[in-house]
């Protein structure tokens, strides 16, 4: 099998959004090409990680949110910019199209001012879960957690830099809904990770660190059979670059 895919343009034309959104993993130092295979594996054949965020945005009159949540983070950020979001979030990335996510119940999350004098949403927030919490309305507690599990700070607390905002992140949210009809498995639910599994179909694109992770993944005999059936776009962090 060579080892470049031709693309299809049909998930690359020119408008605001892409109709592909990329999962970005590995972002630990000094990854082996082994390790990224092994990770690539993991994804395609256990199912999309799910576990906590840790982000906890700050409001006004000094209140805070945290979304107590297991979820998993994708991108739609064109391919010809992913750099500065790879060297944090990862260089290995598994694309899939918008409508995957949204069958999944998929979202954009929605951005928030992340400061003591400004964010009077994140107030409001910290009120009703604080209400919700003191009453024991654990139904509508959950419901309001997987709201949260959407939200997400522009800026780290009290900056305008607005980083964050750049990334049009997306998320699939846990949620019993689909534990029930089998879409999401737990893991280790002690430690709330879950996998979203799927069918091989639904990778729409794999995009390697370089290509010796590319030629390695190739050689391996259970993703030459993944291939075999369904062939997503292969490209690496190089080729995005020349787009």
Known sequence: MESKILINFKYYKMA??????VHWTCKEENTTSEQYVTRLKSTIFQGLYLNKGSE????????????DISRVCLTEIRLTQVTKHTSLYGKLGIGFSRDFVIRNFGNPVSYVTNSNAYSLL?????????????????????????IMGFVKNMS???EN????????EWRIVHNKLMEIDGRILPEDPAKSIYRLVYAPREVKLIVFPNEETNALALSDPDLLRFFKDHTPILLTLEDCNQF
Do not use: C, P
Request: glycine residues 4%; aromatic residues 12%; without cysteine.
């Open 156 to 158: 780290d607390v009290n």
């Open 122 to 146: 994140v107030e409001h927030f910290d009120h009703l879960h604080g209400f919700l919490a003191n009453h024991h309305y654990e139904e509508y507690l959950a419901r309001l957690q997987y």
């Open 56 to 67: 906890r945005i700050v409001g006004h009159n000094n209140t805070a949110i945290k979304a």
């Open 161 to 168: 830099d607005m980083k964050y905002y750049e990334e049009m």
């Open 16 to 21: 605001i959004h892409s109709n592909i959104l």
